[in-house]
């Protein structure tokens, strides 16, 4: 922000938002009104605490620094040296790893980066198929990473829709992958790091964890750590870590120079110090026992949730959940995700739709919908919240295309919500 004893013409104005572009300012207001009023169970979306938000809209903002910590390109970078320095170092002690890169601008790029610091492009990779829980980035033919490696994807198994160690242990040997993608988008069990680890050796392969949602439980001890398995680690910091937008990236140090160099000068420009310095405070934020009982409460959420939404006779994918996730199977509806989606948030409630395994539908359509409880956790929702939750989306179950009677459920929505702590 700047602020000036002597306005002129050529300084930026000087009032808030409201007064400067109310037209704007009445449609983030708005969506904030949305947030409250509703539920948000998007697995993926979560929200920062108000000192995270703090050092994103600070005037770090203004800074050029390409390079990293005492290797700059430009002068006046003393203190966000420190800045940058205190970020790596948090996530460094957070997350127990030999090296950190704080300074992918996001989940995607991070992904991008790793993968060229294990592989290089016509290379093999190996990664989950993205209709049964893997990301874009993890081999998709629409995605730089599958356009530029050739890509083997492994599957969940029919019977558990788990992972499908069997499969992933044959296609490794059949086509001997540079790198082994584990970490997914909408897969709802624990993932096995040692079993990963064991068939990487067994081919000479890379593992890269992308931990991106489940990074929050990992530092909150939620769920196991890739880290004395993985060569290379990967992260979004808003997920379930619940920072601000970003990427980050860990490894051991025998890949520091080369993730380095992937993230700058090989993909990004200068670092946002402003979205570092707020992954700084997250990284801080998160090694409070606070957290530990928030990572907790996640997965007891999700637990909740998806035990009420069976006893409602939904079928959930692989059974139920372990992390923070769970998706259901709409086989036996006569109704796609996409209409679901789209009825609960009629109802107020936020979700996705999602593939699943077995899908026989598009990707717009899709056969399920996911839901997440990390941004209602963080709105203070405990387990009863979400059997109540539960019942509701039974109840919009029975009523796809009844707009009357989601807007009747939707009342019993906005009782919730306005018992949960507001975002402001
Ligand atoms: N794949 C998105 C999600 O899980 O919602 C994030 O990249």
């Not at 708005?30 to 009023?37: A, K, L, V």
Request: glycine share 8%; with cysteine; proline share 5%.
């Amino acid at each position: 922000m700047l602020i000036t004893s002597v306005p002129s013409d050529v300084t930026p104005p000087a009032g808030g938002l409201r007064m400067v572009d109310p037209e704007l300012s009445r449609l983030i207001e708005r969506d904030r009104r949305r947030h409250n009023q509703t539920l948000n169970l998007i697995a993926s979306e979560n929200y920062a605490s108000r000192a995270v938000l703090e050092a994103l809209a600070s005037h770090l903002n203004v800074k050029y620094a390409e390079g990293y910590p005492h290797a700059r390109y430009y002068q006046g970078v003393a203190l966000v040296d420190d800045i940058e320095s205190l970020a790596i170092e948090r996530a460094r002690a957070l997350f127990g790893a030999e090296h950190a890169n704080v300074q992918p601008y996001s989940g995607s790029p991070a992904n991008m980066a790793a993968l060229y610091t294990l592989a290089k492009p016509g290379d093999t990779i190996m990664g989950m198929d993205l209709s049964h829980g893997g990301h874009l980035t993890h081999g998709s033919r629409v995605s730089f990473s599958g356009i530029q490696f050739n890509v083997v994807s492994y599957h969940v198994r029919q019977d558990s829709e788990k992972i499908d160690f069997d499969e992933v242990e044959a296609l490794a040997k059949e086509r001997r992958p540079k790198v082994i993608i584990a970490g997914y988008s909408a897969y709802p069990r624990e993932i096995d790091w040692a079993a990963f680890r064991r068939i990487a050796d067994l081919v000479g392969a890379k593992l890269l964890a992308d931990i991106a949602h489940i990074a929050g439980l990992v530092a909150g001890g939620a769920h196991s750590s890739p880290i004395p398995y993985a060569d290379v680690i990967t992260s979004t910091t808003h997920k379930t870590l619940r920072g601000p937008r970003g990427g980050l990236i860990l490894c051991r140090a025998e890949y520091a120079k080369d993730v380095d160099r992937a993230v700058f000068p090989m993909l990004q420009g200068g670092p946002h110090l402003q979205q570092i310095a707020s992954k700084a405070v997250c990284f801080h934020e998160a090694q409070s026992e606070a957290f530990r009982a928030y990572a907790r409460r996640v997965v007891e959420n999700a637990r909740a949730l998806a035990d009420r939404l069976q006893e409602r006779s939904f079928s959930l994918w692989a059974g139920g959940t372990d992390n923070h996730l769970l998706v259901v199977k709409l086989f036996d509806r006569d109704f796609t995700g996409a209409a679901f989606a789209a009825a609960l948030e009629q109802a107020g409630i936020i979700t996705s739709k999602s593939t699943v395994p077995g899908e026989t539908r598009s990707p717009r359509q899709t056969s399920g919908v996911r839901f997440g409880t990390p941004a209602l956790t963080s709105r203070g929702a405990t387990p009863d919240d979400m059997r109540r939750i539960g019942d509701l989306v039974a109840r919009v179950a029975e009523h796809v295309g009844d707009p009357a009677a989601l807007r009747c459920i939707g009342r019993e929505v906005r009782a919730i919500a306005d018992g949960l702590a507001r975002i402001a």
